[in-house]
Each structure stands twice: as C-alpha cells, then as structure tokens.
C-alpha cells in the first residue's frame, strides 16, 4: 500500500496531464506553472520564516572535530567551527558535497567470537550526489527554454553534458545518470528491510514523482523529439509574463509541464523543503564557541532553585559538627 | 549484574525483524531487562514536578491525568516555537536512512524502532497529524497519527532508549540529532509525570544535598579525607584537600561518583596528588559537590535549576574561576548550557593557570576549564616530573565519551596526557572514535539495574571496539574521562570483555607523577604491587564494579 497508493498517484497525475495538455491547453500551459511556482516560492519564504521565527535558545553544534582550545593544539575549523569561516566552510561542504554522507558506514555483525564491524559505504552518498547534481545541471540547461540568445555558458554546458556525441540528438550524461541514481534510490527502498521498514508513502511520491518528469522530458527530447521552438515560445513568453500557447505541442509535454508544477508545488509542503531546511539546522550552522562567547536564549525565565542559605540552613549542625565554615552561627 | 542475562555469544545474534506491516499501528512489549523503574513520586513532590504517583510501565494504567493529550500537544506546539531545533528536525527528515544503523542501541538490539530515524519517527508521525496541513486531511496516508495511550508508552519505552549521545546526527545530512528530539519528548512526557526513578531519584538528591548521592556535607568532608589518608598510605604523603574554604584561587567541581565510586575513586586520588604537587591554591565544595546534572536528561527547566549551584558557589567563595573534573554530561552542560543559561560569570576571572600563566581565553566567557585542557598545558610547559614507567603494567586505550567528543570537541587533550603519562596506549578502531566514539549503552539515566540486557546491548558496539585492542594489544585498561563511562564500563568489560578493566586519566597521571618527597611507590593508586610491574586482579578500595553500577 504504502508503494502502491504514491504510484497510482503519479499515474493518476500523469494522466491528467496527459488529458489537460490536449484539452484545458491554457490552463495547463499556462495557470498551473504559474501556480506552481508561485506556491514554490511563496512556499518556501513561509517555511523559512515560520523556522525563524522560532529562536535558537542554546548553541548546540555538533562537534565532528577537535575544539579550539590550547593554541599548539590544532583545532578544526571545517569540522568543529570556531568562527563564520568555519561554520560556512562547513555548510558548503555539506551542501554541495553532503559531507555527512560521505561519512557513511554499514554496520555489520560477524558471528564467531562476534565482530561489529563498520564498513565504508559510499554507495548513498555517491548516488544522492550525482542526482541532485545531475538535476541541478537540467535545470539550469532548461534555461535555454526561457531566454533568447542562449548565452553562451548554457550551451558550454550542454556541449559539456553531452561530450561523449553518443546518438542523435546527442545523449546527455545528466539525463542517464539522473535516472539511474533515481532508479538506486527508489530500488534501495524496496530492497533493504531497514529501509522499506522507514519508508513512507511520501518517499516513494517524491521520487516516482520525479522519475515521472525525467522520463517525460527524455522521452521529449529523444523520440517525441518535440519542436523545441515551440517549447522556447511557450518559455519565454511565460517568462515576460505575456504567455502564448502555441499551436503543436504534444501530449507528452503537456504531462511534462504539469508534473513539474506539481513538483513546485509539492516541496514547500513535504519533506523536500530539506533543500532550505538545511540552511537552518542549529547542529550544523553554529559556532562552536560557547565558552568564549556567550549565547542568549530570548525565553530565558527565572527558576526556582536552591540556594546556598537554604542548603545551609538545613545543614548547618552537622556542617559545623565536621568543621565546615558557615556563614551564619 | 541480573543472573537471567544471556550468555555473550548468545546476545550478540542480533536478529533484525521488521514487522512486515510497518511500525505505524504502536506495539511495545515492556520486557523484563530492557526498561527502567517508574519515578518515585516523593522525589517528583520534592521538586514540585507535576502528577506524582505510584505507577509502573508495566501496569496496564499509567493513570494518565485527565486530558493528557491535550497537555502533551500543547507542550509540543509551545516547544515547537521555543526551539528551532525542534521545529527544523521534525520538517526536515527525508528518511535516507543514514543514521538508521548508526545507533548503539539498534545495532545491539537489532530492535527497528531503535533506529534513530524511528525514533523520531514515533513523535514526528504525531506532529504530522496534529500540526501539518498534509497531515490533518490525508492522516495516516501521510505518515500521521494520532496521540493515544499507545503511542505514548512507545514513547516511554523507545526515548528512554535514547541515551542522547548525538552519533546519528554526525551522519545526518541535516544534521539531525535525535539527542534532542528525545530531549522534547522526554520534556513533554515530563509534563504528564511520567519519569523515570534513575534520573528524578538523583535530581531530588541532588537539589536538596548538592550532589546525585545525597551525601550530606559531612559525609562529603569524610570521603574526601578518606580519600587523603589513602593517598598518603601510597605515597607518603600528606595532601590538603580544603572544602567551602573563601577565598581560594580555583573552585574545583567533580562528579559526585569520584568521591565515592569505584574505579571513579582512583581518579580522585590522582586529582588530590596532582594539586598538591603543584601547590594548587584551590577549594571544593560541598553545596556544589556534583559536576554531573541529570537535569540534562529531564528538562531544561531541571538543567539550570541544578547548575544554578555552580556559580552561586563561585560567588559566594570568592574564586577566580572554576575548574572542572571528568565527566562527560557534565561537560555537555558547561560547554553548551551554563553560560546561557546562568551566565554571564561577570564576577569571575578568564581562567589563567597559576603555574604556568596560560590563559585559557578558550574559556574567557564561561570562566571554566576542563581538566585535561589544564592538565595538558601542565604537562606542555614541563611543570610536572613525569615517571610513565609506573604505568607500564597497563596497556592502554582510550573511550571518547559521547559529550566531550560531540557537544564540544575535547579529543586531543585526553590523548596528549595520557600519551605523557604511559607508555602503552593503542587506539581502538577509526569509526568507534573521537566523533564517531560508540555510548556506553547506559547514559542519559538508563544506567540501571534493570535495564541491563538493554544496556548490555546497547554498549556491544564499544565492547566489542575494545575486544579488538585486546586481541590485538593486549590492551587491559580502558581510560575515559566521564563518570557514567566508569560506573558503566565496568559491567559492561565484565560482560563482553573481561579481561579489561576501567579507569580515568587522571589516576593515570597520578600513577606517574613523581611527587617531591615522596616514598618509593610500591603500589599504584589502586593498591596493586608495582615491583613485578605486572597487572595484579584485585580491587582494594570502594564497592565492587557491580555494586558501584548498581547504587552509583
Ligand atoms: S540521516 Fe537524517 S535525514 Fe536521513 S533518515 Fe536519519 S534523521 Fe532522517
Ligand atoms: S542520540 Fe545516540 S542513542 Fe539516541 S538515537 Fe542517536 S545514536 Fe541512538
């Protein structure tokens, strides 16, 4: 069920794309995107907000690295930050290079005299990498959609994506190796018992939903082979805000289109927000500085606690009996 | 330790069974050994705590007060605003899976919801369903579910298998630290007085006594000389060991266990003999005789309640700064905690040694310093005339304990020392340490008596680190720097690892330090012969391990 039920979703929405890109043609080419993205965007400044609004009452970093203390003792800025340039150090690393990840290990049990061991597993790491990758570089090709000239450093790009001239049109890496990491994430799910056991309905929603669009769009660009003159009209007039619907596009770019407003849509109300919630994880964008800097907590409230006079007064005769000093005799 | 526990061999087939339906209908089995005793309501009544009673995890009522759920979810809404942690972890999980495996406890136990992921799972399904727009219309469909009684003893039973040591958030690509979703849900179990005995037992003791034990001061002024008179046995020497004294450079705070615990006991020795060789202008105190605070694993509320003392009792004495003993949690509170919550110390000095005019601007804020940093710059300027030799029949390795490593990055100093003071140090295997260290499997309050199969699972991924040395070192002393590890480790080693024992740096550092007019040491801190220089098995001072695990 939990397969299932995010499966018929996508298929359910696949086919309303397929329907709406040949019928409700402004609606789909149209309203929606702009819907979408203006879900996505006003989407996201609400998350981020809403996550500000709420303080960060105590420094809490995790530190992955020696402190800073004794000066002959080298300290690790990148792992255990001492200051911003560590702390950004840090989140660019584990932003554009998941360094947590990297980390990452499979633990496993010998029998025999038992044996705990810990082996690198790179496996997810590589994956998760290459995928977000590999979309970010589509995206960013995508542009050539939505602004004439192309500049140059787009088709540099593209040139790049497709140095191998394999077919015609020439074969992107991007495009393969962003359906076969999606396909690793998507089978790992299934295939290991810790995995299939965390994983919900909206996991597989979120990357059927994204395979749904690699697909279509390759399927664009290899065999439906779709005008892409015509595509750049659509583009370029959503992008000046006087949209044109031109005649001839397909149906498969009609799924195309919805599936990725649907997309837009989706991540500032899933757990695909993590793309901005990363930015905020007090474990990882904190100084650890505690003990030279002193952190405010904006809540802070009186407590009741129990103080030396009172401690004394319920000690005092056998403090003076051991020959404790007090204050009062 | 319980004569039911299975044998090593046996409890070291994990088994790894999830239920094929899933995890979101709540099943929890409390089974015997792997949960802790509810709290005892005087102590709850002693620290105005709301809804004591009588009732245990077993019962089939926990005598919820009315309306319960309510409590609970409005405590969850409130600590969603007051903590962006909170609010952050619970949206962002994309369940990758990367910390699943990396738990102590789910490696030992095998047991699915002891994956951190889960675990937060088990509180983060409720905020979907109650505070999620997806949630509240799609239910279940979108991983929601509903408060009830079930859910909330899984609750019990799974964040009070939680020993908040942070290892899983190292492997986060968030940074997600489960540590502090078990910190809330353990708040908002507070809430409806639900406790567990381990952790309120030391509060209330500590609150009224100053320490954990509930020693009183005199009995704190008798273990400290103790103490003294069995340092002086060993090396001839009489040290002074001033308690509540004005006016004294260094306020010198221990966890409680040092003065009354073994092999914690050994430690204290090695402190005593160390400040005396440096004519150490310092005090302890017996208002602020515990370093730990159990607060950590209640409330934040409870965390400053308790570590209020500390800087209280550096007023009221009138020292320049403090300095701190080993303890691992302890640390976390300091490091982390202290300085926001009862700072700022304007009355006190940035920490400078005495001896050799270091200053610790590290600590410049704070105005407390970890004894291994004071003890390594000690050691850096040549002030201490070192013999290691005189721990040559220990073969050495090192446990990062999970705060110091963590929640503040304390892992060069430990190994500078006591590469100073022995000659046999052998590090275990890269990924169980530093800030991939494993928990002793009985932090957080969990280090009782009847959680010792839980426990003894929970601590086989550092056992069995500490089993590799062995076998291939020879190693038979493990070292730490925290208390808990010392009370816990023991059982543990006797457990998995027998042949090991447990012991702290600074008995390590006492051992090899050549005190001025001292008496030919034929005896280590411990009481063991030194003239064979060969690793005798007896244990002359305080309870025996397990006792010492068991009442500690
Ligand atoms: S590693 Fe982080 S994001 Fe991945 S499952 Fe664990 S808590 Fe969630
Ligand atoms: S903090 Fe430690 S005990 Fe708790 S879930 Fe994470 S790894 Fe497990």
Redesign the interface.
């Known amino acids: 069920m939990?397969i299932l039920?995010p499966l018929l979703a996508v298929v359910v929405l696949i086919a309303i794309g397929t329907v709406g890109g040949g019928g409700a043609r402004y609606l789909f080419f149209v309203v929606l995107p702009y819907a979408g993205l203006a879900i996505f965007v006003l989407g996201i400044v609400y998350?981020v907000i809403?996550?500000?609004?709420?303080?960060?009452?105590?420094?809490?970093p995790?530190?992955?690295?020696?402190?800073?203390?004794?000066p002959?003792?080298?300290?690790?800025n990148q792992?255990?930050p001492h200051n911003m340039l560590g702390v950004i150090w840090r989140m660019i690393l584990?932003v554009l290079f998941?360094r947590?990840?990297f980390?990452?290990?499979?633990?496993e049990?010998r029998?025999g005299?038992?044996?705990?061991l810990?082996n690198p597993d790179k496996w997810?790491w590589a994956s998760?990498l290459l995928f977000h990758w590999s979309l970010l570089i589509i995206l960013v090709r995508h542009f050539k959609y939505f602004v004439e000239p192309v500049p140059n450093w787009i088709i540099g790009l593209q040139n790049l994506d497709g140095f191998f001239q394999i077919g015609l049109p020439v074969l992107l890496l991007t495009d393969i190796v962003v359906v076969g990491a999606l396909s690793y994430l998507v089978l790992r799910r299934l295939w290991?018992?810790?995995?299939?056991?965390?994983?919900?309905?909206?996991?597989y929603f979120a990357l059927f939903l994204l395979l749904g669009i690699t697909g279509s769009g390759i399927y664009l660009r290899y065999f439906d082979k779709s005008d892409i003159t015509l595509a750049k009209q659509l583009g370029t007039g959503l992008l000046s805000f006087a949209p044109v619907v031109p005649e001839g596009l397909g149906a498969t770019f009609g799924v195309h289109l919805f599936l990725v407003s649907i997309l837009l849509a989706y991540i500032p109300?899933?757990?695909?927000?993590?793309m901005a919630?990363?930015f905020?994880?007090?474990?990882?964008n904190m100084v650890?500085n505690?003990?030279?800097?002193?952190?405010?907590?904006p809540?802070?409230y009186p407590?009741?606690?129990?103080?030396?006079e009172e401690?004394?007064d319920?000690?005092r005769d056998?403090?003076k009996?051991?020959e404790?000093?007090v204050e009062k005799d | 330790m319980s004569e039911k526990l299975k044998k090593p061999q046996e409890l070291a087939q994990v088994e790894f069974k999830p239920a094929p339906q899933g995890w979101m209908d709540p099943t929890v089995e409390f089974r015997k050994g792997t949960w802790n005793y509810a709290a005892v309501p005087e102590t709850l009544e002693y620290l105005d705590l709301p809804y004591p009673r009588k009732w245990q995890p077993t019962d089939d009522d926990w005598q919820l007060p009315d309306g319960w759920e309510q409590i609970i979810l409005t405590g969850m809404r409130e600590r969603l605003k007051k903590y962006r942690s909170f609010q952050v972890f619970m949206d962002c999980c994309v369940r990758c899976g990367a910390c699943a495996d990396k738990c102590h406890y789910f490696i030992g136990s095998g047991d699915p919801k002891n994956m951190p992921v889960l675990r937060a799972e088990l509180l983060r399904s409720v905020y979907r369903n109650d505070f999620t727009t997806a949630g509240k219309i799609l239910g279940s469909i979108a991983g929601g579910r509903k408060l009830t009684v079930g859910v909330l003893k899984e609750w019990f039973y799974y964040f009070y298998q939680c020993t908040e040591c942070r290892r899983c958030s190292v492997f986060c690509p968030y940074g997600i630290d489960t540590a502090e979703i078990t910190m809330m849900a353990r708040e908002l179990m507070n809430l409806v007085g639900l406790s567990i005995e381990w952790i309120c037992t030391p509060l209330s003791n500590c609150f009224r006594t100053g320490n954990h034990l509930g020693i009183q001061p005199h009995g704190f002024k008798d273990s400290i000389e103790f103490a003294v008179d069995e340092l002086e046995e060993i090396t001839g020497i009489r040290v002074d060991a001033p308690i509540n004294k004005k006016g004294a450079e260094i306020l010198f705070i221990a966890p409680s266990a040092d003065y009354f615990a073994s092999p914690h006991y050994f430690t204290l020795l090695g402190y005593l003999a160390l400040f005396h060789e440096i004519g150490l202008d310092y005090t302890w105190s017996s208002y602020a005789s515990e370093g730990g605070n159990f607060g950590l694993f209640h409330s934040t509320e409870m965390i400053k309640r308790l570590n209020a003392k500390m800087y209280a009792e550096a007023k009221r004495l009138g020292v320049k700064w403090i300095l701190g003993g080993e303890c691992g949690h302890m640390w976390r509170v300091i490091h982390q905690y202290m300085n926001t919550l009862n700072g700022p110390a304007d009355f006190l000095e940035t920490p400078r040694s005495p001896i050799t005019g270091t200053t610790f601007d590290h600590a410049s804020s704070t105005k407390m310093v970890h004894i291994t940093e004071f003890t390594a710059d000690l050691i850096r300027n040549n002030k201490l005339n070192l013999d290691p030799s005189r721990n040559d029949h220990w073969r050495t390795t090192f446990h990062d304990s999970c705060n110091p490593a963590r929640a503040m990055g304390l892992l060069e100093e430990p190994r500078y020392i006591i590469k100073s003071v022995c000659n046999n140090f052998f590090e275990m295997p890269e990924n169980t340490i530093r800030e991939q260290t494993f928990c002793c499997g009985s932090g957080a309050g969990l280090g009782t008596d009847e959680n010792m199969e839980m426990r003894m699972r929970g601590g086989m991924p550092r056992a069995n680190a500490v089993q590799f040395v062995h076998d291939e070192h020879d190693v038979n002393l493990l070292l730490c720097i925290c208390a808990i590890d010392k009370a816990t480790l023991s059982p543990l080693m006797e457990y998995w690892v027998p042949e090991v024992e447990v012991g702290g740096i600074h008995e390590m550092v006492g051992n090899a330090l050549i005190m001025k007019g001292e008496k030919e040491r034929d005896v280590d801190l411990r009481g063991q012969d030194l003239s064979g220089k060969t690793h005798a098995d007896e244990s002359p001072a305080g309870g025996s391990q397990e006792e010492v695990a068991a009442n500690a």
């Open positions: 939990r039920i998350r809403h996550w500000a609004r709420s303080p960060v009452p105590f420094r809490i995790t530190s992955c690295g020696q402190q800073k203390s004794l002959w003792i080298r300290s690790n792992e255990n584990e998941f947590s990840l980390r990452n290990t499979t633990t049990i029998q005299p038992p044996r705990v810990h997810l998760s290991e018992a810790k995995l299939r056991y965390i994983s919900l309905p909206a996991d109300l899933s757990k695909l927000v993590h919630g990363v905020m994880s007090p474990t990882r650890n505690n003990r030279w800097e002193r952190h405010v907590n809540w802070d407590v009741t606690v129990h103080t030396y401690y004394e319920e000690f056998v403090m009996a051991a404790l000093p």
